[in-house]
């Protein structure tokens, strides 16, 4: 089992037996789950890579992460090179995921191997070859291999072996979970598209647009376009260092705990990705805890807040791209702190509007 080094902010808690397993850590920053109307196995953010030129330019670099969502968060933190992350997500199934890609960075030696595994082909013999081919050569490869239903179901079951043994307490319906999703990653492949219950899923980005996304500079800058950027958050992971987290951004637990955390290790946050999930805390009436939870993490002075806006009014945001319904914004933990002291924040338009880079 990997377990990560002694957290911190359980170390100091005072209790006469303290679990400082990765497990461990997961439940004690964990509060009680809610819902949120999609699987969201996939982001529909097909902006998320336009950020990449300003978080080089503003220095966003080490410290800590927090993120919410999926595998985009995975093209961040190369970007960042944090020394710790924390994927924090009201719904649990979210935890479930990444604990599912836990195990396949875990069972995988390169990126050829992980595209493999994640979505069900054969694991091409010759690794090597494949080590520095460029992405295009990788997803050409997922296209024309084929899927073999009895080493795919091997694939699930032995997966989920590894998940299991990350210590993270597991009932039948989260196992279940984690074998639905691994499936439907194996059956709709590249051309897996975000879903949600309520909505159609017609317009939103297919997986492997997703991975073929650039920043703003015209660079593919996806996790899996380097293998160097691959093996890193590989090894984050192998170090039981990307830690899935239960919880909302407006809750009374989760997000204070990670901060406890972070500082406990000597670390402050650099980058905190908020998706759109502002919008749902704003209109449940849970901005004014967040923002003074925010207020109180511990944060590098360069450090940002990534978050996400989507036009679907057709008004336009004065960053927005043509041809992207999102639009990725940055704003400074400190300009974020200057405008809510002042009041600032009267409209989740002033929100995205105000400060924005």
């Not at 990444?98 to 960075?105: E, I, S, V």
């Not at 987290?245 to 809750?251: I, Q, R, T």
């Not at 999102?326 to 009041?343: E, I, K, P």
């Amino acid at each position: 089992m990997l377990v990560l080094a002694a957290s911190p902010v359980l170390a100091q808690s005072g209790a006469t037996r303290v679990d400082t397993s990765f497990a461990g850590l997961v439940a004690a920053l964990s509060e009680p789950g809610g819902y949120f109307d999609s699987d969201n196995l996939i982001s529909n953010e097909t902006s998320y890579l336009h950020v990449m030129t300003r978080l080089d330019q503003l220095g966003v670099k080490g410290g800590a992460y927090v993120g919410v969502g999926p595998d985009q968060n995975y093209s961040y933190l190369a970007a960042i090179r944090p020394q710790v992350a924390y994927m924090m997500d009201i719904r649990r199934d979210n935890a479930l995921q990444h604990l599912l890609f836990r195990a396949l960075f875990a069972r995988s030696r390169t990126r050829v191997e992980y595209l493999a595994r994640w979505l069900g082909r054969r694991v091409p013999a010759d690794l090597e070859a494949w080590r520095q081919r460029p992405i295009l050569d990788l997803l050409a490869w997922v296209d024309s291999t084929a899927i073999d239903a009895s080493s795919a179901e091997r694939e699930r079951r032995e997966t989920l072996r590894v998940v299991e043994s990350f210590g993270v307490p597991l009932d039948a319906r989260d196992r279940e979970t984690i074998l639905r999703f691994h499936q439907q990653f194996m059956r709709e492949g590249l051309e897996l598209r975000f879903s949600s219950f309520n909505r159609s899923g017609a317009g939103y980005p297919t997986l492997r647009r997703l991975i073929l996304e650039r920043d703003l500079a015209g660079a593919m800058r996806s996790y899996l376009v380097r293998e160097a950027d691959w093996q890193f958050v590989r090894d984050l992971h192998a170090a039981g260092r990307i830690v899935p987290v239960v919880g909302d951004l407006a809750g009374t637990h989760a997000l204070a705990a990670i901060g406890r955390d972070v500082r406990a290790r000597g670390l402050a946050i650099s980058a905190l990705y908020t998706s759109n999930a502002e919008m749902y805390v704003w209109r449940g009436g849970g901005f004014p805890a967040f923002a003074a939870t925010v207020m109180r993490l511990p944060t590098n002075p360069d450090g940002v807040i990534i978050r996400s806006f989507f036009d679907r009014s057709g008004v336009g945001h004065r960053l927005g791209v043509r041809g992207h319904v999102s639009v990725q914004l940055l704003q400074r933990f400190t300009d974020f702190a200057a405008l809510q002291r002042r009041g600032a924040f009267r409209t989740y338009e002033d929100l995205i509007t105000l400060g924005a880079r």
